[in-house]
């Protein structure tokens, strides 16, 4: 196992918290302010890592670190001192936590990973989100088109939304419209990586392996859920020019260019993530190695 010199681990430990602080600082003055987001929240409410963690660099699993950061990550749960005296992640209570789910996990991206991506739905989720509901979602965030003219484009459009955590939040009145019933069951069936939603959630299981996974595979994926947020929500049937994301009028055709060739970008993106993430996967379940034979005498 690869261990770190101090000086190499403190580094990575602090460009993980630099790169990371730019999201993370002002979410936490926000919130001590009491004052909503209506993009950047959701990277910390719907994504239920705290800040604190999301800010801890992990060596990840077959590195391990001495010094100073070893004796802090002996504090930190399913870190253990190995046979050298270095430490690193207990691989075996990992495995005894947390291996079902993480062997759900490496089936789920496999099978997302072996599908060719969609690119036409166009962010129709959120519009359906708001369909014929008399309110929205983000309070103080208006409607771009009014509620007549978000009902209209819902109605000019087919819905095919293929993630269950975004067609979980469809009005009543938009489920019948969508071409398919996504459900936690055929979750593993219907995920597919041009859904954005899909790219985002790479965030979620990376956070959710850690500390198996490494710091700086834990940023990548959470960067890349901050840009697919914006995305997100700039093709979203809500006015949030005044919170400097300019609308992809996804009702325009224009719109729905620019909006698919970013997604196939993110797609591209998320496909390097999901390889990483799948062996983090086979690196905490594969057996241990077999003991060498004893030497006959």
Known sequence: MPVLPPDVAAARDAAHRQRLAPWVEPHQQRRSRHEAHPVWDFLFTYYSEPPARL????????????????????????????????????????????????????????????????????????????YRAGEVRHGGVPLRLGAAGTDAVVEGHRLQCTHVDAFRFFTADAVPRNALTPTRETQAELEQPGCLHATMDLYKWAYKLSPAVPGELLADCFVLAADVRALDMRASPYDLADHGFPPVPIETAAGKAEYAEAQRGFAARGTALRERLLAVCDAVLAPAPAPAPAALG
């Open 55 to 130: 800010l801890r660099w992990h060596a990840g699993v077959g590195t391990s670190v001495t010094g100073e950061l070893a004796q802090e990550r002996l504090g930190w749960p399913l870190y253990a001192r190995l046979e050298d005296g270095s430490v690193g992640l207990d691989v075996e209570a990992f495995r005894a936590k947390r291996g079902a789910a993480t062997g759900w996990t490496a089936g789920l991206l496999a099978r997302t990973a072996g599908r060719a991506g969609q690119f036409g739905c166009f962010g129709l989720h959120e519009w359906a989100m708001v």
